[in-house]
């Protein structure tokens, strides 16, 4: 084919000539290529953009493009768009460099259709080597790509499909669903579904179209393959049931469990037709069965199921054990619940009409060795979905060892129960035969409740007690002591012993003893009646004090005896040797019989400060001076086979006491170890300072630590036993004869060390004597002045005309004083009662001291006085009292210029105090 | 229990399977005689004393009871026994016989309709299980007897040598009915041999060439599972 007809005008010669110019060097060739199948195109490179200048009648069949549209054209005109950069760069590259060139490039026909073209360029050169043309050849290659790309995209699409079954797969053994299968018999053919392929990793379409029936056992693990071979024989062979777990090997190599599940189909004449069924992965269930598996044999649960109308259970191998069976997965009905103990719940309910959960607890006897456990049973019932029919499904478990502890409990319990209501009759016995009086109060003390003791011992009526105060009845006298023992109780402290008496019904009191025992916001609280006890009490009390004044009396009267004695024997001397003239020893007896007389004086004043408990006065005391100024009474009162040492301490301190008590003290001890000593000894008496720590004191309760002046007095007599020692304080005890102590010595010596807050120790050894210490607190102050006034001095002695009134009823004791003021030259004036004391006050007598007695018949001494005060207003006076009445004439009764002395008083004193009184006015 | 003649585990499959055909068979036959379902337990299969038999059968049904018996002959031997307590006896007969007839009748028929039903599931059973062995069998007419497990197991296998017995056993229960019971099979030593032969043979015919390796590989797992 020529080219006559191209469109590319300007080229059109050149072109020409370059055809002309092929044809002269290809020659005969040319006409070869021209008629030749195979496609080809020529051109020119040296023409401006290397146009085609020739193409065969093939190049336009394959192209669609006739030569006249092709030539003068270069050949990219026929590219498609989507031709690759690459390739057509690489041609140009080639043609530039003049290299020859295959490729495949995708161009377009002239119709639009694309073609994969596959092209060789070669060059074409002339004699001199240059470059005149290239020629290329053209092949239609499409197909061929086309089946790459299928291939390409069919490799993809199974990717995708494998993927898709796995997926499938996944999601299968995740949703539980199965595939089916069905195998025809009769044709050894297996037909599965979509799911079944997934699982056994079979192609779908394969499996859905029909494979060999033995691919059923192709995916099947090895070690379960013969396992299920035979199962599958069994139903080829007529068995009726396929029912087996085993495991799939996927393609990728992991293990699915799955459960078959089929059925054999049978022909009239029994003959198996096909096996169908369905697969269901059950990897995650088996699991979970694993896990439930052990969790029911390590909790001991047994499981079991049961179809409603059927006579056997499905039971687990632990409910076998459980009940003592041989293990089994089937058991009937009747077995299970032949086992369940008379009268007890059975373990499986078989009545119609059941629903929801269901628990229940029995007993059974074991099968396997008869032994009773208690099981319980929770179960629930379920639709079964299969046969439409009450599935019930459940589990049992040991509950022995709990129905055993609670068994247990209940046996602890009711002994406890019984033991307290036997405990609690006890008590109610008690509260109620109890003599005692018993009271529940609460936190105000309030009775709640109350025995009948009440009743019997006060005579109300319960009702009338319960809501009273506990203080309802008390004694006035004992209000403020019940109080404290009820706030006491109340703050919660226990109570115990204290009496008090209660009113009863009918007035009289009854003298109560409480206990008070504080529980909670309440308390409880026991009395007895003590009545008759303290009546005892009373009455011992009342006889031991006659036997204490029988004794005091016999004592007085034996001390009194001996003053007596003294003063009667003195006088009945002096009367004697007065009548005899021999008047050089008067004054030896007149003295002796005034120390007796002091004594007794001094014995009355004990007695009546023992008795009233007189306040001491306590003053600034050197015992050394006090115990040195009383050897000669000592000397005097101990016998002459004693002897007497006086050991005062170098500088001892001062103390503060009653000296006159101090005195009295000594004389008591002193006396007592002259008793001690009937056949003679050694009496010492000495004095130290003494210092108690606070160790020491703390070991004697009833000391306090300090610094003391210490007294002792010893003697080297009979001692005393120690429980004798113990009771020498009591006050009444004594050892010696009836008549011949008071009892009261040691008794005061301890209560005067005592209140003068010191204290008083014995040490005593039988057959080697006693010491009696006084310890008497240290005084840091000053020692009192005390004028010790000796004798009628001549400071007493009146001045020219004073004048004394004298009124006392008392004719010796008036004589007496009478007698002191002559001798000290007061002018005296008597009366021996009121009125004629104050018709001598009436008279215009100077009188500059009236001295009265102020119990005088009649008028008495105070009311004298005043008579006096009117007529004399500056009238001094001194009232004369016997001690008794002191109390009387307490202070506020003595006005201005009057003064008190008290009987007996001596002489001196007397004289003193009137002198004293006369100067101050 | 001790056992002389161990089963592998895929011996034990492969009876348990051929017991399954057979049973099924016969549960079929029950079926169409009695128009209710028959629910069949997978079979149990010991091999133990006639006492531990008799004990196991004891501990499931304590009363009186009914058994059809047939005794077989042929490449093995032994009895079969269609078990049930004697109770619900009167009721199989009813189930099968129609409830159309009067106490006195069923009761006339019982012998009869036991030993026929009897024979109905256990030539079934034995029959087909001989068939998958590629055996025959002779199979006796059915008896019936009565008694306690002990009686049914000790007292009818005298014969027993060696003291062990093949106990193979199937709950079956009939739906709505209060009918169940065990189908035992009481083979002696040599039959068992003789037996675990035949099972050798179908396991080869079924699992070929595949067996030997499994078997190989997988014996030691087996052998210890079974013992467990």
């Known amino acids: 084919m020529t080219v006559r007809n191209s469109p590319q005008q300007p080229h059109r010669r050149a072109i020409e000539s370059a055809v002309d110019e092929l044809r002269r060097q290809a020659g005969p060739i040319f006409t070869a290529l021209e008629q030749s199948g195979l496609p080809l195109a020529i051109t020119d490179p040296r023409l401006p953009d290397n146009p085609v200048v020739f193409v065969n009648d093939a190049f336009s069949e394959i192209t669609g493009y006739p030569a006249e549209e092709a030539i003068g054209r270069n050949g990219r005109f026929m590219q498609a768009p989507e031709s690759d950069p690459a390739t057509t760069a690489r041609i140009r590259a080639a043609i530039e460099a003049g290299r020859e060139i295959s490729a495949e490039v995708l161009n377009v026909r002239k119709d639009g259709t694309p073609y994969w073209n596959r092209m060789f360029i070669a060059p074409i050169r002339d004699a001199s080597g240059n470059i005149i043309f290239f020629l290329s050849t053209h092949f239609d290659v499409t197909q061929v790509h086309e089946a790459e790309r299928i291939h390409r995209d069919l490799q993809t699409g199974q990717k995708k499909l494998d993927e898709t079954n796995e997926r499938l797969r996944f999601t299968l053994a995740v949703a539980g669903a199965g595939g089916s299968w069905e195998w025809d018999i009769v044709n050894q053919c297996l037909n599965a579904d979509a799911r079944f392929s997934a699982l056994y990793g079979l192609d779908p379409i394969e499996a859905a179209r029909g494979v060999p029936a033995d691919v059923f056992f192709s995916a099947i693990h090895p070690e379960d393959r013969p396992r299920i071979r035979i199962a599958v024989a069994g139903i080829l062979g007529g068995a009726e049931i396929f029912s087996k777990e085993y495991r799939l090997v996927a393609p990728d190599g992991s293990l699915r469990w799955v459960h078959a599940r089929g059925r054999c189909h049978f022909d009239e004449n029994d003959q198996p037709l096909r096996f169908t069924g369905v697969l269901v992965d059950i990897t995650e269930q088996k699991h979970v069965e694993e896990r439930l598996r052990i969790a029911q044999t390590a909790g001991g649960i047994g499981t079991f199921e049961y179809v409603q109308g059927f006579g056997t259970v499905s039971v687990s191998d632990e409910f076998c054990r459980l009940l003592g069976l041989h293990l089994t997965n089937a058991l009937p009905v009747r077995t299970i619940n032949a086992l369940v103990m008379p009268g007890d719940p059975p373990v499986i309910e078989q009545s119609p009409g059941l629903e929801g959960t269901s628990y229940a607890e029995f007993r059974i006897a074991r099968s396997d060795n008869g032994e009773h456990r208690w099981l319980a049973r929770r179960g629930e019932y379920v639709q079964d979905v299969e046969t439409a029919g009450i599935r019930f499904i459940g589990v049992v478990y040991d509950i022995t060892t709990a129905k055993q502890s609670e068994e247990r409990l209940r046996e602890l319990n009711e002994k406890l129960e019984s033991r307290v209501e036997e405990r609690t009759r006890e008590r109610d016995r008690l509260w109620s035969l109890s003599s005692d009086l018993f009271s529940v109060c609460d936190g105000h003390g309030h009775h709640t409740a109350i025995n009948p003791a009440w009743t019997e011992l006060l005579g109300y009526r319960e009702d009338e007690v319960v809501g009273t105060r506990f203080d309802a009845w008390v004694h006035p006298e004992d209000e403020a002591s019940t109080h404290e023992h009820l706030k006491a109780v109340l703050r919660g402290d226990a109570v115990g012993d204290f009496d008090m008496r209660l009113r009863a019904k009918d007035g009289a009191y009854r003298w109560i003893n409480w206990t008070f025992a504080p529980a909670g916001d309440m308390f409880y609280s026991v009395g007895r009646d003590v009545t008759q006890r303290k009546q005892l009490e009373d009455q011992l009390r009342q006889s031991q004090k006659m036997e204490a004044i029988g004794q005091l009396t016999g004592g007085i009267a034996h001390d009194f005896n001996n003053l007596l004695t003294g003063i009667v024997g003195s006088l009945d001397l002096m009367q004697t040797r007065i009548s005899q003239g021999r008047t050089e020893n008067v004054e030896r007896y007149a003295k002796a019989a005034m120390t007796s007389a002091n004594r007794a004086a001094a014995l009355t004043h004990r007695l009546l400060a023992f008795a009233r408990r007189q306040p001491l006065d306590p003053r600034s005391v050197d015992a050394n001076r006090l115990v040195t100024s009383m050897e000669d009474l000592l000397r005097r009162t101990i016998s002459e086979s004693i002897q007497l040492e006086l050991v005062p301490s170098d500088n001892l301190w001062l103390t503060l006491c009653d000296p006159n008590q101090l005195e009295s003290a000594i004389l008591n001890l002193a006396i007592n170890a002259r008793d001690a000593m009937p056949d003679g000894g050694k009496l010492t008496i000495e004095t130290s300072n003494f210092h108690l720590d606070a160790a020491s004191a703390s070991t004697q309760q009833d000391v306090a630590p300090g610094h003391y002046v210490a007294i002792s007095v010893s003697d080297t007599g009979t001692g005393m036993p120690a429980d004798i020692v113990a009771q020498a304080f009591d006050p009444f005890f004594t050892t010696k004869p009836l008549g011949e102590g008071t009892g009261l010595g040691l008794s005061m010596v301890y209560g005067f060390a005592k209140q003068s807050e010191g204290h008083v120790r014995i040490y005593s050894e039988v057959g080697k004597g006693t010491t009696v210490n006084v310890y008497l607190p240290r005084y840091h102050g000053e020692l009192d002045d005390q004028d010790v006034p000796s004798g009628l001095r001549q400071a007493h002695r009146a001045e020219a005309g004073e004048t004394v009134l004298v009124v006392e009823d008392e004719p010796v004791v008036r004589g007496l004083i009478l007698e002191v003021l002559g001798d000290l030259g007061y002018r005296a004036l008597e009366a021996d009662d009121g009125p004629s004391g104050l018709s001598v006050l009436e008279s215009k007598q100077r009188i500059d001291l009236l001295v009265t007695d102020v119990g005088l018949p009649g008028l008495n001494g105070r009311q004298l006085a005043d008579h006096a005060r009117l007529l004399r207003p500056n009238l001094r006076v001194l009232f004369i009292t016997g001690y008794a009445e002191k109390a009387a004439i307490s202070s506020g009764f003595l006005e201005a210029g009057m003064e008190m002395i008290t009987k007996p008083f001596a002489v001196d004193d007397l004289a003193s105090r009137i002198r004293h009184i006369i100067e101050r006015s | ?228």
């Open chain 2, 1 to 228: 229990m001790s056992v002389d003649i161990a089963l592998s585990e895929l011996e034990r499959d492969a009876l348990t399977e051929l017991v399954n055909i057979g049973v099924s068979r016969a549960a079929s036959s029950l079926r169409k005689m009695i128009g209710e379902e028959v629910i069949l337990s997978v079979p149990a299969i010991e091999i133990l004393s006639p006492k531990d038999a008799s004990r196991l059968i004891e501990e499931r049904e304590a009363g009186q009871l009914v058994a059809v018996r047939q005794q077989f002959e042929g490449a093995f031997a032994g009895r079969a026994l269609l078990i049930f307590p004697e109770e619900t006896s009167l009721d199989l007969v009813r189930a099968v016989v129609g409830n159309q007839l009067s106490p006195d009748e069923v009761a006339e028929m019982e012998q009869e309709a036991l030993a026929e039903t009897g024979n109905v599931i256990l030539n079934g059973c034995l029959a087909t299980m001989a068939n998958m062995l590629k055996r025959s069998l002779d199979i006796s007419l059915p008896e019936v007897i009565r008694g306690d497990g002990p009686l049914l197991f000790e007292l009818l296998h005298q014969r027993a040598e060696g003291g062990l017995v093949l106990f193979l056993y199937i709950n079956f229960s009939v739906r709505n009915r209060d009918i169940r019971g065990y189908i035992a099979m009481l083979m002696d030593l040599p039959s068992l041999a003789a037996l675990q032969q035949l099972i050798a043979d179908f396991i080869e015919r079924v699992v070929g060439k595949e067996v030997e390796s499994v078997s190989s590989k997988g014996t030691d797992s087996q052998n210890a599972s079974w013992q467990a």
